[in-house]
T-cell receptor, first 116, second 114 residues
Framework: EAGVVQSPRYKIIEKKQPVAFWCNPI?????LYWYLQNLGQGPELLIR????????DSQLPKDRFSAERLKGVDSTLKIQPAELGDSAVYLC??????????????FGEGSRLTVL | KQEVTQIPAALSVPEGENLVLNCSFT??????LQWFRQDPGKGLTSLLL???SQREQTSGRLNASLDKSSGRSTLYIAASQPGDSATYLC?????????????WGLGTSLAVNP
């Protein structure tokens, strides 16, 4: 069974440029998460989807970050424009849970963003 | 506010030792707990999930226990190997307003020396 797939693995851009990350969750998983992880820190939730619905986007910086999961399967996270402080690893995770619950999470390899 | 502490922050042991990693929550009202492993530059790999109805889970040389009354979990690694070198993180859900969120520890960085 394929795991969570993320792309690109690495991205280097100049500040003020846009960037997009893609995630394909494990087949059948209804819940998808985007996390941000800085070096030496635990993951920080950006947004959580249950199927197509963003059920928790309270920590997504909406002035520059956006996300979508149009068909309830794969998802895209976009940053426009990127700032120096956005340099981090962007992790996608998926799980199969009842609404409102949190079950076992499975993570992708992450997308490492460097903003120059 | 729920907070998670992982002790120790770093650990270096010779190969073959049995070791214990600790994870504690300020609010013991957690209903499950998950342990992850993270290798440098990689994503997180799920190791063990302890459900609310369980007290421990085992997978190979790993055993994780959960004491909900005290809000503590322990990850026991038996006969450690150099390949076990990684950062180990624990995470548990808690209620934050209308949402249930995962809260994470900062991890224990483990080095197993041959």
């Amino acid at each position: 069974e394929a795991g969570v797939v993320q792309s690109p693995r690495y991205k280097i851009i100049e500040k003020k440029q846009p960037v997009a990350f893609w995630c394909n969750p494990i087949s059948g998983h209804n819940t998808l998460y985007w996390y941000l992880q800085n070096l030496g820190q635990g993951p920080e939730l950006l947004i959580r989807y249950e199927n197509e619905e963003a059920v928790d986007d309270s920590q997504l910086p909406k002035d520059r970050f956006s996300a979508e999961r149009l068909k309830g399967v794969d998802s895209t996270l976009k940053i426009q424009p990127a700032e120096l402080g956005d340099s981090a690893v962007y992790l996608c995770a998926s799980s199969l849970v009842a609404s409102g619950s949190i079950g076992e999470l499975f993570f992708g390899e992450g997308s490492r963003l460097t903003v120059l | 506010k729920q907070e998670v502490t992982q002790i120790p922050a770093a650990l270096s042991v010779p190969e073959g030792e049995n070791l214990v990693l600790n994870c504690s929550f300020t609010d013991s009202a957690i209903y499950n707990l998950q342990w992850f492993r993270q290798d440098p530059g990689k994503g997180l790999t799920s190791l063990l999930l302890i459900q609310s109805s369980q007290r421990e889970q085992t997978s190979g040389r790993l055993n994780a226990s959960l004491d909900k009354s005290s809000g503590r979990s322990t990850l026991y690694i038996a006969a450690s190997q150099p390949g076990d070198s990684a950062t180990y993180l624990c995470a548990g859900p808690y209620n934050a307003g209308n949402n249930r969120k995962l809260i994470w520890g900062l991890g224990t960085s483990l080095a197993v020396n041959p």
